[in-house]
């Protein structure tokens, strides 16, 4: 069993930079890929981006890539998610997850409970 706690959400202006933590609790962390969702008031969670379990790869949703960035440190059971030039679209609450490499959100096993992020104009 995997526990997953996100943090850093807030509010920030347009084109601030934010970023966002996952620190997991339990064992093997270091064998699950992470992955970002995030959802928007009265939409379905979309996916943002993913890692792999070395942080060798990762994988955007068209509408982050060149904004955001995903990194891990193993040692320290922890995920990121750096945001910059941020849009009024990128408002919502940010889920972490982990589960396998991928952009669906059955892939992944573990999810945390969310942190929110608000971008105001």
């Known amino acids: 069993q995997v526990q997953l706690v996100e943090s850093g959400g807030g509010l920030v202006h347009i084109g601030d930079s934010l970023r966002l933590s996952c620190v997991a609790s339990?064992?093997?962390?270091?064998?699950?890929?992470m992955g970002w969702f995030r959802q928007a008031p009265g939409l379905e969670r979309e996916f943002v981006g993913t890692i792999t379990w070395s942080g060798t790869n990762t994988y955007y949703t068209d509408s982050v890539k060149g904004r955001f960035t995903i990194s891990r440190d193993n040692a320290k059971n922890t995920v990121y998610l750096q945001m910059s030039s941020l849009k009024p679209e990128d408002t919502g609450i940010y889920y972490c997850?982990?589960?396998?490499?991928?952009?669906?959100?059955?892939?992944?096993?573990?999810w945390g409970q969310g942190t929110q992020v608000n971008v105001s104009s």
């Open positions: 997850a982990a589960g396998a490499y991928a952009s669906t959100a059955v892939e992944y096993s573990y």
């Open positions: 339990g064992p093997s962390f270091s064998s699950y890929a």
